[in-house]
């Protein structure tokens, strides 16, 4: 028998949250594996007008083998947030591996704990990884030594399953995938920068220009400080 492994999901308001649902529903089928999901305080967390909620108290969480971190639009404000920070250094100090979702990869770089290491982050926020000392990577899931990152938002179905196959070897991540049906055909191939069209790339940045120039400047202020620790 394999030996039990614990994943902590800590979220947060304004979480993505297929950040986190999408790995969950397939980690929740590997076998002896116990997810929880956890907030400051044990509060719902709002994610995109869903409410998640009847969750753990993250400070009260003593140990896990894999925190998960999720991204979002809400990550900034977490890493705002000493009291969340200094739980994932906590708890990312004893942990097995360190991974990531999308701008999770922001969380786990502001808490210290990717400096020198390579890691996937949503493509209009990989730059800002380097404020922490990570080097941003493209790949769609990316490894360095115990740390697994995937990339935007859907990448996180990918990175589930090489988290599975890493914790249960390869056919339980294939036959996951196979009860799941994961075979995405999307029907436009506009999913990245390179692919996408010159018009439609140019839109969807004018559309997040304002949000992103005052994210870059917290997450700027937030590496200033961590550097000044």
Same mark, same amino acid.
């Given at each position: 028998?394999?030996?039990?492994?614990?994943?902590?999901?800590?979220?947060?308001?304004?979480?993505?949250? =297929?950040?986190?649902?999408?790995?969950?529903?397939?980690?929740?089928? !590997?076998?002896?594996?116990?997810?929880?999901?956890?907030?400051?305080?044990?509060?719902?967390?709002?994610?995109?007008?869903?409410?998640?909620?009847?969750?753990?108290? =993250?400070?009260?969480?003593?140990?896990?083998?894999?925190?998960?971190?999720? @991204?979002?639009?809400?990550?900034?404000?977490?890493?705002?947030?000493?009291?969340?920070?200094?739980?994932?250094?906590?708890? @990312? !100090?004893?942990?097995?591996?360190?991974?990531?979702?999308?701008?999770?990869?922001?969380? =786990? @770089?502001? !808490?210290? =704990?990717?400096?020198?290491?390579?890691?996937?982050?949503?493509?209009?926020?990989?730059?800002?990884?380097?404020?922490?000392? !990570?080097?941003?990577?493209?790949?769609?899931?990316v490894r360095d030594g115990?740390?697994?990152?995937?990339?935007?938002?859907? +990448?996180?179905?990918?990175?589930?399953?090489?988290?599975?196959?890493?914790?249960?070897?390869?056919?339980?991540?294939?036959?996951?995938?196979?009860?799941?049906?994961?075979?995405?055909?999307?029907?436009?191939?506009?999913?990245?920068?390179?692919l996408a069209s010159p018009?439609?790339? +140019?839109?969807?940045?004018?559309?997040?220009?304002?949000?992103?120039?005052?994210?870059?400047?917290?997450?700027?202020?937030?590496a200033a400080q961590m550097?000044?620790?």
């Open positions: 028998m394999p030996a039990p492994i614990s994943i902590l999901i800590p979220i947060y308001d304004g979480v993505t949250q =297929l950040d986190f649902t999408g790995p969950y529903q397939f980690l929740c089928r !590997a076998p002896d594996v116990t997810i929880t999901v956890a907030s400051i305080e044990a509060k719902p967390i709002n994610a995109g007008g869903l409410v998640f909620a009847g969750l753990t108290d =993250l400070h009260m969480v003593s140990h896990c083998d894999v925190p998960l971190i999720p @991204g979002g639009f809400g990550c900034v404000a977490a890493v705002e947030n000493e009291n969340f920070l200094s739980d994932i250094r906590r708890l @990312g !100090a004893t942990a097995s591996y360190l991974t990531s979702v999308c701008t999770g990869a922001i969380i =786990l @770089g502001a !808490a210290g =704990l990717l400096a020198g290491k390579r890691a996937a982050c949503h493509w209009a926020w990989r730059d800002m990884l380097a404020l922490f000392g !990570a080097i941003p990577d493209p790949g769609r899931v115990n740390i697994i990152s995937g990339g935007g938002v859907t +990448a996180g179905i990918d990175f589930a399953l090489e988290l599975i196959a890493e914790l249960r070897g390869e056919d339980t991540a294939r036959q996951i995938q196979l009860g799941l049906e994961y075979a995405p055909a999307p029907p436009f191939d506009s999913g990245r920068p390179d018009a439609i790339l +140019a839109a969807y940045n004018a559309q997040i220009a304002s949000t992103m120039s005052e994210t870059r400047a917290r997450v700027a202020q937030v550097r000044l620790r």
